[in-house]
T-cell receptor
Framework: EAGVAQSPRYKIIEKRQSVAFWCNPISGHATLYWYQQILGQGPKLLIQ????????DSQLPKDRFSAERLKGVDSTLKIQPAKLEDSAVYLC?????????????FGSGTQLSVL | AQSVSQHNHHVILSEAASLELGCNYSYGGTVNLFWYVQYPGQHLQLLLKYFSGDPLVKGIKGFEAEFIKSKFSFNLRKPSVQWSDTAEYFCAVTNDYKLSFGAGTTVTVRA
């Protein structure tokens, strides 16, 4: 079974630049999550999709972050403009549903460095 | 707001030693509880989970966790660790379908 695919693996940008991350979840998984993991901390949920609808984006800094999952399959997360504090690993995960007891499958993440 | 607390930031132990990692959460309602593990260079993966029933849950690789509702705790244990258990361990809790993670505990097992 193919896992959750993310790209790029690493990204280095300067502050105020824009960046986009891509995620392709496991086939058939209705729920897709974007997490931000800052060094030394646990993953923090940014946004959760159920198919192509947003379930929870309460912790997404909407002035600079945006995400979409237009066809209910793959998703992109964008930061515009980036700040130094956005340096983190951005994790994508997927699950069959959003029942709260589902196992999440994580991708390898995109490590973002903002200089 | 719900929070998940992991008591130890870094644990160092020798092979064959016993391991116990603490996890407490703040929410008082119905919760689902998880432990995820991240081995060096690998992605996060599920170690074990608790939804209901027997509060002692057994997971992969000899790990187990005990849910103590009165203490809002879900501690992870392994009787005898191996060098390959070196990893970062995250406790996670769901309520209202939102999964929140603790800060993680780095476990280093010396051969």
């Amino acid at each position: 079974e193919a896992g959750v695919a993310q790209s790029p693996r690493y990204k280095i940008i300067e502050k105020r630049q824009s960046v986009a991350f891509w995620c392709n979840p496991i086939s058939g998984h209705a729920t897709l999550y974007w997490y931000q993991q800052i060094l030394g901390q646990g993953p923090k949920l940014l946004i959760q999709f159920q198919n192509n609808g947003v379930v929870d984006d309460s912790q997404l800094p909407k002035d600079r972050f945006s995400a979409e999952r237009l066809k209910g399959v793959d998703s992109t997360l964008k930061i515009q403009p980036a700040k130094l504090e956005d340096s983190a690993v951005y994790l994508c995960a997927s699950s069959l549903s959003d029942g709260g007891n589902e196992k999440l499958f994580f991708g390898s993440g995109t490590q973002l460095s903002v200089l | 707001a719900q929070s998940v607390s992991q008591h130890n930031h870094h644990v160092i132990l020798s092979e064959a030693a016993s391991l116990e990692l603490g996890c407490n959460y703040s929410y008082g309602g119905t919760v689902n509880l998880f432990w995820y593990v991240q081995y060096p260079g690998q992605h996060l993966q599920l170690l074990l989970k608790y939804f209901s029933g027997d509060p002692l849950v057994k997971g992969i690789k000899g790990f187990e966790a005990e849910f103590i509702k009165s203490k809002f705790s879900f501690n992870l244990r392994k009787p005898s660790v191996q060098w390959s258990d070196t990893a970062e361990y995250f406790c996670a809790v769901t309520n209202d379908y939102k999964l929140s993670f603790g800060a993680g505990t780095t476990v280093t097992v010396r051969a």
